[in-house]
């Protein structure tokens, strides 16, 4: 089993910038994709983005392209989603995910398929 804790969500204006941060704990000793999903109000859980065990592989969504960036720290299993440029309609709780069978395939897997996830954490961005 895999547990994992998100931190950093908050308020923020548009354009301004968040920083997300998520420990792993519990089977970290296998090599693991980790990533984000985030859910808006009324919508469904969709993918964000994911990161390969060494880092090698990164997969974004479109929308967040350009803006978002992830990053990982395997000494201390934990993932960064750093987040610039920041619009209303990144407002969403963002889950913090674990995938075994690497960051493709967390990339295309869809919700549905994640087996570990965080509580999330809420991320509001105000017009």
């Known amino acids: 089993q895999v547990q994992l804790v998100e931190s950093g969500g908050g308020l923020v204006q548009a354009g301004g910038s968040l920083r997300l941060s998520c420990a792993a704990s519990g089977r970290t000793f296998s090599p693991y994709a980790m990533g984000w999903f985030r859910q808006a109000p009324g919508k469904d859980r969709e993918f964000v983005v994911a990161?390969?065990?060494?880092?090698?592989?990164?997969i974004y969504a479109d929308h967040v392209k350009g803006r978002f960036t992830i990053s990982r720290d395997n000494a201390k299993n934990t993932v960064y989603l750093q987040m610039n440029s920041l619009k209303p309609e990144d407002t969403a709780v963002y889950y913090c995910?674990?995938?075994?069978?690497?960051?493709?395939?967390?990339?295309?897997?869809?919700?549905?398929?994640?087996?570990?996830w965080g509580k999330g954490t809420l991320v509001t961005v105000s017009s």
């Open positions: 995910v674990v995938d075994l069978y690497g960051s493709e395939h967390l990339g295309r897997v869809g919700a549905d398929g994640v087996d570990y």
């Open positions: 990161i390969s065990w060494g880092g090698g592989s990164i």
